[in-house]
């Protein structure tokens, strides 16, 4: 049975989930539908946005632990192998999860804490868009062995002239990993710039 979070909730990943060793976060979205004007007349069409996801690794600081542990269609894997980006989706169409990122939480080197997921839009600044251009956003958690999604996370919030979101994060506590939506928007436009929050 999945479970709908709000901004700020936290949730226990693997206390009542003995044995789960693998998750997959989903993170989807939809372009918003605009009216433009055609040869007949006034049709509806979605604008092409191409939004990335991201993966960000942390220490026990909150500091990026080593460069290569940013997880992105440039690098689509973690130094250590725990964390996997399923490839880039330029377009956000058709249904189900836009961009997939696995993490083998029993792989996960114990220097790492929290891992961040990110999404921002790609050349937001030439193409002038931001999240206000997009709809449906989401981030899910899933369990890795037999595809069952546990939670869900809905961002509904208006993210009008927003180019990057912090969706959520999965973290270490007591034994444990939790996960905790977040859904934070920020004017950063890049993965780098994101980065840099955690240097």
């Given at each position: ?10 949730i ?89 990122i ?10 790492v ?20 251009m ?44 939790k ?6 928007g ?14």
């Amino acid at each position: 049975m999945t479970i709908n979070l709000v901004k700020g909730q936290k949730i226990d990943l693997t206390k009542g989930n003995a044995g789960l060793s693998k998750v997959v976060v989903g993170l989807g979205w939809d372009p918003a539908m605009v009216e433009k004007k055609g040869f007949f007349g006034m049709k509806k069409s979605a604008i092409e946005i191409d939004c990335d996801a991201s993966a960000i690794l942390l220490d026990e600081q909150g500091r990026l632990t080593k460069e290569k542990n940013v997880v992105f269609f440039g690098n689509l894997k973690s130094i250590c192998n725990s964390v996997l980006h399923s490839g880039d989706n330029r377009t956000g169409e058709g249904d189900g999860d836009d961009e997939q990122i696995v993490v083998q939480l029993n792989q996960v080197p114990a220097d790492v804490h929290k891992i961040v997921f990110v999404v921002n839009i790609y050349d937001c600044v030439n193409r002038r868009q931001d999240f206000g251009m997009i709809q449906s956003a989401y981030i899910r958690v899933l369990n890795g062995s037999n595809d069952q999604e546990m939670i869900k996370f809905n961002l509904t919030e208006n993210y009008t002239g927003k180019t990057s979101l912090i969706v959520g994060e999965i973290y270490r506590h007591g034994g444990e990993w939790k996960f905790t939506a977040v859904g934070e928007g920020s004017n950063d436009t890049t993965v780098g710039q994101l980065v840099k929050r955690y240097n």
